[in-house]
């Protein structure tokens, strides 16, 4: 496949001996060998980063060595820069996008590396000294600002170890003021009254439809909230619905109102500035999408291996609760955690928060979730998203939200990289990938409806 002319001359000027390469051949154990490019900016102009993609982007450490300020360009920076100069697609060749580049020095020692070329499905693999050579022709600068993710602190597998691991993420920030915030906040906030209420009629095997809706009817907002979620067009309910009970009779069901309003009223208890990227509104988007994609994931799972639907939905509501936790716990800390987490695109925050805090936020939601007694399943789920393997006997409710993000991920919903989903997740789910992406092109021609639902629920 030929190469963009701009990324062509670049390694004829420097004499390097390339080899194309088709992106689907490579074995995902090589795949930490290719390098990615990162187009960060500040008051001044942009820069072209290259980092290895199993590496992070260390933000402070690059600041200090320019003497700038950098945070990473808007999402679409790449892609406008690569279609300005005739290029098909990301390019990670040194100097081709025309900026200045700065290469992190672990690149350099690596024997053999891969290279976006621009063209389409085709990487260039070059050996280390033929790259040092391009990097030499290019006038490229290099630092020491990338960490391995190999060598971050791995989240402790036991949830107990979660509360030591928020201790040594504060002595981090070693003020007294913070320390304080710490100690207040792991005995707050409780758990809301009308939560606490729900989960009673959970465990009470008596508990109908009126005890439910007497419940949420006491906080006219949460009643309001769920006749507003039964009556979008995602349900496409006929007629009007007028009550709670309308909405589980009629549209919801019981357990799908008691665990929504579960969600609704936990989600309330923490808050977020209302709008941006890392506002409520988008907190409440991430959370709509995720509970209806876990909803329909969950129906196509076979009976002897199928959670409950209940459960699954509010894992859904509740995924991304632990990031409601980290803006309460470490305020000063999120803007930071931000823009790590903006910079380094090719992992997921995850990376960014064990990194700067060494505790992530799916350590931080479940065990909230946890010392709220909410059932283990939710708890498991929310805490092993990232390594559903580790969830022990919810492995497959782990597995499923796992799924779920990395398709809403695809369709630019939440952070982190868009990774295809390996073939034995499906298998372990017992559903076919056919099928998976069924429901999510489903729940994609809903999405009016849902951010319809989300700015309802942020309001």
Sequence with gaps: MPLPSTIQELLDTSGAAWQPVETASVPDALRGGSVRTIVLQDGFGQLQALIGADCLLDLASLNRFTGRDFMAAPDDA?????TARGLSALAAVPAALEMPVIVDRRLLGREDLLLESGGDGTLIRLSGPQFRRLLEATGSASADFGVAVAELAPCAGDPDQDAADFGSAVAKFTTRRIHKRLEDTLDFPPMPETARRVIQLA?????????????IEIDPSLSAQIISWASSPYYAAPGKISSVQDAIHRVLGFDLVMNLALGLALGKTLRLPRDGRYGYRNYWLQAAHCAAMMEGLCKIVPPDRRPLLGHAYLAGLLHNFGFLLLAELFKPQLQTVCR?????????????ERFLLGATREQMGAWLLRSWRLPEEIC???????RPDLA????????LLHVCSRLLRQQGIGSGPAERVPEATFERLGISREDAMGVSARIMRSGEALIDLARDLAA
């Design 340 to 352: 790590y987490t903006e910079a380094n695109p090719h992992l997921g925050h995850g990376c960014a």
């Design 78 to 82: 790449l892609d406008r820069l690569c």
């Design 380 to 386: 498991a789920a929310v805490r092993h998203q990232q």
């Design 392 to 399: 022990g006997e919810q492995e497959i409710l782990a597995t």
């Design 203 to 215: 465990a009470d095997p008596k508990a109908g439809v009126k005890e439910l809706s007497r419940t």
